[in-house]
Structure formats: structure tokens, C-alpha cells
């Protein structure tokens, strides 16, 4: 069964550096999605992703975050210059039609230290 | 109370036992999904139950779904150790308007005793 691919599943960084977090979606999907959950709390929707450009971004998205599609498999979330409130477990999901199941990765663990 | 809110928050039960999990929320929504994440990882998704439907099954899983009073309910039947893991509903806006995301609930942590 395909599924939504997710590297590396877990990333130190320090604070103030840039991180790439990367996500290979299913191959017939068209909507892409990063979500992140702070540890014991919720997840929490970040951006989605449309026809090769951002479709809704949340507050949390600012300008620090930034997504990309750069080769029609590939799909990143990129962090300027980390703080350490953006430690968090980081989920890619896709979709092929924005009414039906998203379909997540198995997540980053991104640890700002 | 924030959209997606679920109880109970922990659930401690039996193997062989049945168990129910609720969600509220507070928007229109085209359907609602239920996901698990076993401690640590990923999220699975469980099933989904569109808002024209009252009641849907997968193995031992039923949902049901009242749009009147913006509710939903897991229930787990016969249930094994391996289901031990946090169950979250998220919903999905309506099919067409601004947003496509899902928004998520505060989840149930299931204790399934051996």
C-alpha cells in the first residue's frame, strides 16, 4: 500500500539554524499538508499545499517557515533560523481530493537544543 | 470549548473489554476522521464519517456521527493490548470553502490492560 514518507525521522539542530525537513507524498495525491505536535499536546495544522503554491498557511506559519515542491515527488518544510519552541514532532499528509482521508507520515522529531 | 474536544482524556480497561471515546466540535464539517498514535509516532487513520452519514464500521470499529449536536463517538469493540495508543478525531470544512485543513482534537489516551 503506498504511504507518505518522511526524512529524517529525527533532527537536532541548534538554535538559530536552518533546518529541511523532508516528505515524499503518495504519488497520485495533489494536496499536500505539514502539521506539528508539540509533545503532550495537539496536533496542529502549519500550511497547505495546491497546484505549486500555498493554499492556507496558519499564525504558526511565519515567515521563518517556508514550503517547497521542487521536483514533483518531493516535499519540504524549511525553518529559517530555528527557536527552541519549534521543537516538536513535524507531519507531512497528503491527499487527492481535499474531501477525503489525508494520509500522514511518520513524523520528524525536531529537537532545538 | 476549542473545536475537537474529546473525553474521555485517559481510558484504563480490561482486554476483551469495549471502548467508547467521544468528540465534540463546533464547525460545519464534510466529515470527520479518526486517527491513533501509538506513543512516540505517527498517526493512522482509522475511519471516516461524512456529515450525511449517521453510522459506519470497520472491523472492530463503529463511529457514529450527530451533526445536530456536533458530536461523534469511537467505539472499540473486544478490545486487545495492541490497541493501547492516543485516538484523535480531526474534522474537514466543508468541501469548497477557504480551508482544506483538518483540525484535531486533544485526544483519548487508551490503557488496554493484558
Known amino acids: 500500500e503506498p504511504e507518505v514518507t518522511q526524512t529524517p525521522s529525527h533532527q537536532v539542530t541548534q538554535m538559530g539554524q536552518e533546518v529541511i525537513l523532508r516528505c515524499v507524498p503518495i504519488?497520485?495525491?495533489?494536496?499536500f499538508y505539514w502539521y506539528r505536535q508539540i509533545l503532550g499536546q495537539k496536533v496542529e495544522f502549519l500550511v497547505s499545499?495546491?497546484?505549486?503554491?500555498?493554499?492556507?498557511k496558519s499564525e504558526i506559519f511565519d515567515d521563518q517557515f517556508s514550503v517547497e515542491r521542487p521536483d514533483g515527488s518531493n516535499f519540504t518544510l524549511k525553518i529559517r533560523s530555528t527557536k527552541l519552541e519549534d521543537s516538536a514532532m513535524y507531519f507531512c499528509?497528503?491527499?487527492?481530493?481535499?474531501?477525503?482521508?489525508?494520509?500522514f507520515g511518520p513524523g520528524t522529531r525536531l529537537t532545538v537544543t | 470549548s476549542q473545536q475537537g474536544e474529546e473525553d474521555p482524556q485517559a481510558l484504563s480497561i480490561q482486554e476483551g473489554e469495549n471502548a467508547t471515546m467521544n468528540c465534540s466540535y463546533k464547525t460545519s464539517i464534510n466529515n470527520l476522521q479518526w486517527y491513533r498514535q501509538n506513543s512516540g509516532r505517527g498517526l493512522v487513520h482509522l475511519i471516516l464519517i461524512r456529515s450525511n452519514e449517521r453510522e459506519k464500521h470497520s472491523g472492530r470499529l463503529r463511529v457514529t456521527l450527530d451533526t445536530s449536536k456536533k458530536s461523534s463517538s469511537l467505539l472499540i469493540t473486544a478490545s486487545r493490548a495492541a490497541d493501547t495508543a492516543s485516538y484523535f478525531c480531526?474534522?474537514?470544512?466543508?468541501?469548497?470553502?477557504?480551508?482544506?485543513?483538518?483540525?484535531f482534537g486533544t485526544g483519548t489516551l487508551l490503557a488496554v490492560q493484558p
Open positions: 504519488s497520485n495525491h495533489l494536496y
Open positions: 499528509a497528503s491527499n487527492w481530493d481535499t474531501s477525503y482521508e489525508q494520509y
Open positions: 480531526a474534522t474537514a470544512p466543508p468541501w469548497g470553502g477557504a480551508t482544506n485543513k483538518l483540525i
Open positions: 499545499f495546491y497546484n505549486n503554491e500555498i493554499s492556507e
